[in-house]
């Protein structure tokens, strides 16, 4: 089971789910009550320690989110989440983390939210580096390896860790290079990540106020 917080708004949850389906596991989903004091801390990313997404399977109990790609990776080794090549496989590892604990200001004045799309949309100096980063290091991978994916013919662990960050420059209608525009459609067009937006689409609205984008970050 995977238990997520909001697919609308959770950007750990959604990576969280891409990583099960990669794995081709059968699994139930299991979203957490808004008002939980967990979920809502994650939500408004005012927790030290995210809680969700948690995998529960067979006795572990996983709640970070790289813990979950290593974990899949090492149950079901046939599906190469992680690339084939040495050196692939550690770029893969080193821009995935640097995902999972970098890029603070993207993370904290463009939140994830699917159902929005805020044209011309003010970004500040601290996240526009954050992007500048995260462009380079997508057409870097895309550039060594070929693309479409960030390392080659087939998504891999970073793929599904940057493809909340796609979502993220579509709200609010960050131009991208033609390089990075396409990835951008590569990972829109990925079957679970358009199964994951249609359900956000569906997704109840958590009555939690500080959500709203009206409300300056």
């Not at 957490?32 to 030290?48: F, I």
């Not at 590892?93 to 904290?108: D, P, Q, T, V, Y």
């Amino acid at each position: 089971m995977l238990h997520i917080s909001s697919r609308n708004y959770s950007s750990w949850s959604m990576r969280g789910f891409l990583l099960c389906r990669m794995a081709g596991i059968g699994f139930t989903v299991h979203t957490v009550d808004p008002e939980d004091p967990g979920a809502r801390a994650e939500l408004l990313l005012q927790s030290s320690s995210i809680l969700l997404p948690c995998l529960s399977d067979e006795g572990a109990e996983l709640w970070d989110t790289l813990a979950i790609a290593e974990y899949l990776n090492e149950r079901y080794p046939e599906k190469q989440m992680l690339p084939a090549e040495r050196l692939a496989r550690a770029r893969c590892r080193a821009i995935s983390g640097e995902m999972h604990a970098g890029f603070a200001a993207l993370r904290s004045t463009l939140p994830l939210n699917l159902r929005a799309h805020v044209p011309g949309f003010t970004i500040w100096s601290a996240a526009r580096a954050d992007i500048e980063r995260i462009l380079k290091l997508w057409r870097d991978a895309l550039g060594e390896w070929g693309g479409p994916w960030l390392f080659g013919t087939a998504p891999s662990v970073a793929d599904a860790m940057f493809a909340p960050v796609v979502c993220r420059f579509r709200t609010y209608d960050v131009a991208l290079d033609p390089v990075c525009e396409a990835y951008a459609q590569t990972i829109l067009a990925w079957a679970p990540v358009q199964e994951w937006i249609e359900a956000a689409r569906r997704e109840p609205e958590p009555a939690i106020a500080e959500l709203d984008l009206d409300a300056e970050f």
